[in-house]
Structure formats: structure tokens, C-alpha cells
């Protein structure tokens, strides 16, 4: 199950994970066999049941196979946990990293987005400059064609003079 859960995982995320760690309840269940053939040979047989009190067998049935089972379904329910962390653990680190990185995507494109803004500003403030400059320039253009004017007008009354 895990390793069709990381193949999805993997498939649906770009992410790569290894082969998860197999997991095997059947040393436990080997033990409850065996708690449950001990019982049936030591508590459960005719002789037993002839020979004890019913409240003795359920507590020697408490004291000797409960009392185990419950130690084995303990050990069976913390090894699970243990290996399901160990089994989590690649996961949760390859979507930290990605985590991560989305971030750093993320900050950026902010950075992209606050640049655009700063340029386009810069833009309209040269854009405003150039327009000043065209406006300067035709003003000084149309002075120079007013110099120009006046100096043709002032070399032609001298001529003028110059010829009379």
C-alpha cells in the first residue's frame, strides 16, 4: 500500500521518493498463536475446567495470557507508529523542500512584480523628461529661427547701407 502511495506521490508531485521499508505484523500474530495454543493447552482443557473454579481460571487467564497479549498489541501498536514516522519521514522532507522552494518562488516573482512597478514609474519620469526636453528644444529652435532672422534682417539693412 505504501509503495502505491509513493508511486501517486511521486506522480502527482514531481517528487522523487525511494522504496518505502516493508512492514510485517507476523512475528505478532506468531505470538498471539502461540499465547492462544498455551492457553488452550494450559487453561482451556478438560481437566481445567473440572478441576478449577471458574473465577481461578479467569484469573490465572488474566495473570498469564491477557496480561501478554496486551504487552504484545503494545509492542505491535509502537513499532507500527515507529515505522510509520520512518516511513512518513521522506515525504514530509521532500514537501519541506518544496515547500521551500515555492517560497523562494514566490518571493521572486514578488521582487519580479515590485521591479515592474519601480520600472514602470521610472518610465513615466523619463517619458515626463523627454517631453520637457522636446518642449525645450522646440522653444530653443524657435529662438534660433528668431536669432537667425534677426541676423539675416541686420546683414541685409547692412548691405543696404553699404551699397547707398
Same mark, same amino acid.
Given at each position: *500500500? *505504501?509503495?502505491?502511495?509513493? #508511486?501517486?506521490?511521486?506522480?502527482?508531485?514531481?517528487? #522523487?521518493?525511494?522504496?518505502?521499508? @516493508?512492514?510485517?505484523?507476523?512475528?505478532?500474530?506468531?505470538?498471539?498463536? %502461540?499465547?492462544?495454543?498455551?492457553?488452550?493447552?494450559?487453561?482451556?482443557?478438560?481437566?481445567?475446567?473440572?478441576?478449577?473454579?471458574?473465577?481461578?481460571?479467569?484469573?490465572?487467564?488474566?495473570?498469564?495470557? @491477557?496480561?501478554?497479549? =496486551?504487552?504484545?498489541?503494545?509492542?505491535?501498536?509502537?513499532?507500527?507508529e515507529s515505522w510509520?514516522? @520512518?516511513? *512518513?519521514?521522506? *515525504?514530509?522532507?521532500?514537501? %519541506?523542500?518544496?515547500?521551500?522552494?515555492?517560497?523562494? =518562488?514566490? /518571493?521572486?516573482?514578488?521582487?519580479?512584480?515590485?521591479?515592474?512597478?519601480?520600472?514602470?514609474? %521610472?518610465?513615466?519620469?523619463?517619458?515626463?523628461?523627454?517631453?520637457?526636453?522636446?518642449?525645450?528644444?522646440?522653444?530653443?529652435? /524657435?529662438?534660433?529661427?528668431?536669432?537667425?532672422?534677426?541676423? %539675416?534682417?541686420?546683414?541685409?539693412?547692412?548691405?543696404? =547701407?553699404?551699397?547707398?
Amino acid at each position: *500500500m *505504501m509503495e502505491v502511495i509513493y #508511486k501517486k506521490f511521486a506522480v502527482e508531485h514531481g517528487l #522523487k521518493l525511494g522504496t518505502p521499508i @516493508a512492514f510485517s505484523l507476523r512475528r505478532y500474530e506468531k505470538e498471539i498463536d %502461540r499465547l492462544d495454543q498455551w492457553c488452550n493447552t494450559h487453561i482451556n482443557t478438560m481437566f481445567q475446567l473440572l478441576t478449577h473454579e471458574k473465577s481461578q481460571l479467569t484469573q490465572r487467564f488474566f495473570e498469564e495470557v @491477557a496480561v501478554q497479549v =496486551r504487552k504484545t498489541f503494545e509492542h505491535a501498536n509502537r513499532d507500527a507508529e515507529s515505522w510509520l514516522k @520512518a516511513i *512518513m519521514a521522506p *515525504m514530509e522532507i521532500q514537501i %519541506r523542500e518544496h515547500q521551500i522552494q515555492l517560497k523562494r =518562488r514566490l /518571493e521572486s516573482i514578488k521582487r519580479i512584480h515590485q521591479a515592474t512597478d519601480t520600472l514602470e514609474e %521610472r518610465i513615466e519620469e523619463l517619458v515626463h523628461v523627454e517631453n520637457g526636453l522636446v518642449s525645450q528644444k522646440q522653444a530653443l529652435t /524657435e529662438i534660433g529661427t528668431g536669432v537667425g532672422d534677426v541676423l %539675416r534682417r541686420a546683414v541685409s539693412i547692412e548691405e543696404v =547701407r553699404s551699397a547707398a
